[in-house]
């Protein structure tokens, strides 16, 4: 008996448990200035098994939450990239294939301090073809009280 009101109890919270999702906005986050070298047509999730960005804590009960994009990770992040850097014709046009992507909030009494770090690869595209270019990483952090 107690394992079939187990079950039902699972089932009946499951959904609701993986529904904690966090979704990460981009919308008031720049680039910064960019180099005018480059322009990204596209991005690309290369990473193994498609893993989960991070987690964070969110609400005064500190309550783990997946961190996602609501429209995925290709999508918003190619969006973004194009926005950020406009191509044009005197650029080189390269497509950026993510290795890894980690987003992560430390809270500790009043503060949070969140992290993320990001590697990818860039492919230059020419004549229909790409040809592999550099390996870049870049981390970066955020203090909040």
């Known amino acids: 008996m107690k394992t079939v009101f187990l079950a039902a109890l699972l089932l009946l919270t499951g959904p609701a448990a993986r529904a904690q999702e966090y979704y990460l906005d981009l919308t008031a986050q720049t680039l910064g200035e960019a180099n005018g070298v480059v322009a ?3 991005v690309l999730d290369g990473r193994a098994g498609n893993p989960p960005i991070g987690i964070v804590y969110r609400g005064v009960a500190g309550k783990a939450a997946a961190v996602a994009f609501r429209q995925g990770l290709e999508t918003e992040l190619t ?3 194009r926005a950020q850097l406009p191509v044009q014709p005197t650029l080189h046009r390269v ?3 993510l ?10 009494g009043n503060k949070e301090q969140a992290t993320g770090n990001i590697t990818a690869d860039a492919y230059e595209e020419a004549a229909r073809r790409l040809s592999f270019r550099a390996v870049g990483g870049r981390a970066g952090q955020r203090s909040r009280a």
Do not use: D, I, K, Y
């Open 40 to 42: 990204v047509t596209q």
């Open 95 to 97: 497509v950026l294939c």
């Open 79 to 81: 969006a973004f990239v």
């Open 99 to 108: 290795r890894s992507l980690h987003v992560g909030e430390t809270v500790g």
